[in-house]
């Protein structure tokens, strides 16, 4: 007759995994969105595989979103805002995220781009 280990006994159903509890901080979502805030966003423009190094800190530009969202009709678009004394473009949604920005450089060959287009 074989005996089994009371550990060994136990018996599962197919697919189903044995999970033991998992101790997380309480805060852990606030931490993340709070990561997620002070990273920086990168100028979106890019040439030839190669991207722009520029970037500007997620809270300037949402900062700046804010405000203009305040100013307007809370409708999606391009918005413009200083950061250290330079002008950068970026992109926001009603929802208050901001999608993308462009460095004074590629800004300013957007904005020159964009008026020959017309």
Same mark, same amino acid.
């Given at each position: 007759?074989? #005996?089994?280990?009371? #550990? /060994?006994?136990?018996? %599962?159903? $197919? !697919?189903?995994?044995?999970?033991? !509890?998992?101790?997380?901080?309480?805060?852990?979502?606030?931490?993340?969105?709070?990561? *997620? /805030?002070? *990273?920086?966003?990168?100028?979106?423009?890019?040439?030839? !595989?190669?991207?722009? !190094? /520029? $970037?500007?800190? =997620? =809270?300037?530009?949402?900062?700046?979103?804010?405000?203009?969202? &305040?100013?307007? /009709?809370?409708?999606?678009?391009?918005?413009?805002?200083?950061?250290?004394?330079?002008?950068?473009? &970026?992109?926001?949604? $009603?929802? &208050?995220?901001?999608?993308?920005?462009?460095?004074?450089? %590629?800004? $300013?060959?957007?904005?020159? #781009?964009?008026?020959?287009?017309?």
């Amino acid at each position: 007759m074989l #005996h089994l280990q009371p #550990h /060994e006994a136990r018996s %599962h159903r $197919a !697919g189903e995994l044995e999970r033991p !509890g998992v101790v997380i901080q309480m805060n852990r979502l606030a931490q993340a969105r709070e990561c *997620r /805030e002070d *990273r920086p966003l990168k100028c979106v423009a890019s040439r030839q !595989g190669c991207s722009c !190094g /520029e $970037a500007v800190p =997620a =809270a300037a530009a949402t900062a700046a979103w804010d405000r203009a969202q &305040g100013l307007g /009709e809370g409708l999606d678009g391009f918005f413009r805002f200083a950061w250290q004394g330079q002008g950068w473009l &970026g992109f926001g949604v $009603a929802g &208050g995220e901001v999608r993308g920005v462009f460095c004074p450089t %590629h800004r $300013a060959e957007r904005e020159a #781009h964009m008026a020959q287009s017309d």
